[in-house]
């Protein structure tokens, strides 16, 4: 599958690393100092990070990498990646000019954004690594599902700072990579000691390797370049001080050059420092020595890939000076340092670049030289077109209600999956369910006994084989269509994000369906907006939730995940109430999935049993779909109106019942989606402003009331989720939801401690209608 390249143009590799470390710098520089600013604001870019990097990315990129590899490069060496491409030809002049400017190349690699082929946003350090062993493990799954040929299987790599490895999301992802015994993964770590704020901690060094070598990846270290190498391969005793000299005091020893580190070896090794530094009488050349470690060495670099094309994960450990070749090169506090115009400029005359021909891509390249890079630019094997997006090819069957007088919204769930899995077809085969061991009691063991959990190696039911009685097969194959997670709910949405992606990655879309307790969406919220800010497409089932949950008690009973969904883009917030809305919004969310306009879909659903709705028609579903419906229609101006969202809906319309005999005409708005209800509202506040106004779907619905009418809101969530409505056209408000922690209790109980209960709303209302 992964052929071994030919044996590269090392000076001409070597040649391009110099280009990339002087474009990405050069474009960093004009966008703070040649651009014109309308704003006096510091743009910033990070040249160092950069400069860090420069070797490794041309070794990947010009010799290692294959058509079907697929790259998280470290969010600050963005402009490398576009380097690279400028270089290709598949980046354009004007997208460097304007780094960081409106419309420009983003600050850090982005899918959406950004016009060259970016395989993953970056931006949010570790999720961009964890990402890649995931989509490794998707990878697997669409081979063994026989959707991706062999030949379009690649290789997934990372491209990760030092400092990275602290987040903790990389070692929940190593655990369950290891589990599902992933491969195909290159993680290389720019290993230049420095973080944002100063140089990094010096024993964690070794452990990495441990903590990657007990998860079953082969670990390469890649610590000194061949020169310097060599040089200490003859003094042991120097090796033995380099080895043990501590990253703060090698880094500025880094910075000050060759005079420091003479007078520093000199003083520290006394004859053996002078044996080592006879014959360097240059301070120039011996601070190149010095600084000649793994990540610089194009050799090295070359080798250590190359040994590496077999499918095992590897962790490549590249030592590198965090400013390589840059006047700031090695001081703590480069992150952000810029080169001033005197500086970028003599970097410039000392690449042979005229003024004038910054931007010419083989400016100062010149005889010899140029033919060999010219050779390697086009013998590039890497994507160089923006993959267009995959949308449209999957037909959605109309999904039925499950029938029964009495249901709750997170059983009906499971009963559609139960279903769609029994009757089969294109949208049912690619689906992929997973889960952070809340597979059952989420109720996705129906849809797991017909389809089967994933593994790439077959795994028996023990239970069942000792015909032990149980209601759940949990037995695993290859044609699986449940990916079992431990408990770590950042990884079920890097998992989400990863299969939410396979459309625009592989070019094969499955549909995934992500389940987790409500609560616990916060455990992973920022691998949540990872996988929305990519527009990865997936449905996100969040039960149960709310006080509704009830004996469980305040520790798993969800708040705020209402508002969370209101402040996430990419994301649309679903609560039903019934079975019949929760089966329209699947089969909504299941489009959105596939529709290039789409979105996510998060569905907050709850273990309660409520009696149904007794249809007379359809005439609800639109509203629904579009976020409330008038479950029980408003008299003509009507004074006051209950508004209410999700499983609480019964007090909702038993409050309403005994109010309507005292106030005629009284409304029961049900809202389906605050979150679509408050997009609407604001859009069309803007499209006030572009011309073509149309009243939002909440303006309209309100519409129907008396101008001073009350609104009683209720929800079993934080009441600010619902209580915004009264903005819309100035209705007065009473907002009852959930403020405080929950505790354990019945639902009478709960519901009249918190204010939930057909009294609260009772009182609500009638506070509405007394006279000011
Ligand atoms: C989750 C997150 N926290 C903080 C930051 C801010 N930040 C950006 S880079 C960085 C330090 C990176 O150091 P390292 O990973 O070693 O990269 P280097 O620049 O040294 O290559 C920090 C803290 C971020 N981007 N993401
Ligand atoms: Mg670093």
Known sequence: MLKLPTTPDLDALRTLDDKLRFLSSWTIHHAN???ESSDGLKVGGH??????MTAIMAALYFHALGPNDRVAVKPHAGPILHAIHYLLGSQTLEQLQNFRGFGGMQSYPSRTKDQIPVDFSTG???LGVAITAFASLVQDYLTAHGKLAEEDRGRFV????????????IYECLIEAYKHDIRNCWWIVDYNRQSLDATSADRMFERFDEIFASCGWRTVELRYGKRLAAALNKRPAIRDWLDALPNAESSALLYQGGAAWRARIEADLGKQGAAFLKGLDDDEALGALMSNLGGHCMETLVEAFDAAMDDVPTLFVAWTVKGFGLPFAGHKDNHSGLMNPTQANAMRDAMGISAGDEWQPLAGIGGNARAGVEALINATRIRRDK???????????DIPAPAGEEQATQAAFGRILLVLSRVGGDLADRIVTTSPDVTVSTNLGAWVNQRGLFKRRDMADVFANAKIPSAQKWSATNQGQHIELGIAESNLFLMLAALGLSGDVFGERLIPIGTLYDPFIARGLDSLNYACYQDARFLLVATPS???????????????????????????HYEPAFADELATMMEEAFRLVDDPAGESTYLRLSTR???????TDDGWKAGALAGAYWLREPGPAAEAAIVAMGAIMPEALAAHAELSADIPGLGLLAVTSPDLLHRGWTAAQASRWSGDHQPSHVETLLARLAPNAGLVTLCDAAPASLSWIGGVLGNRVAPLGVERFGQTGSLADLYAAYRLDGAAITEAVAELLLPA
């Open 47 to 52: 040249q160092a990070s950069c400069a860090s």
């Open 158 to 169: 990372a491209l990760i700072g030092d400092a990275e490895l602290d987040e903790g999301n």
């Open 33 to 35: 100092h040649v651009r």
């Open 609 to 615: 049993s409520i009696v149904q709705e007794q249809r």
């Open 387 to 397: 993959r267009s997006r995959d949308f449209g090819r999957i037909a959605i069957p």
């Open 546 to 572: 709310g006080i509704t949950l009830g004996p469980e008690g305040g520790a798993h009973q969800s708040i705020n995940p209402p508002l969370i969904a209101l402040g996430q883009p990419g994301l649309r």
């Open 124 to 126: 949010s350090v570790g």
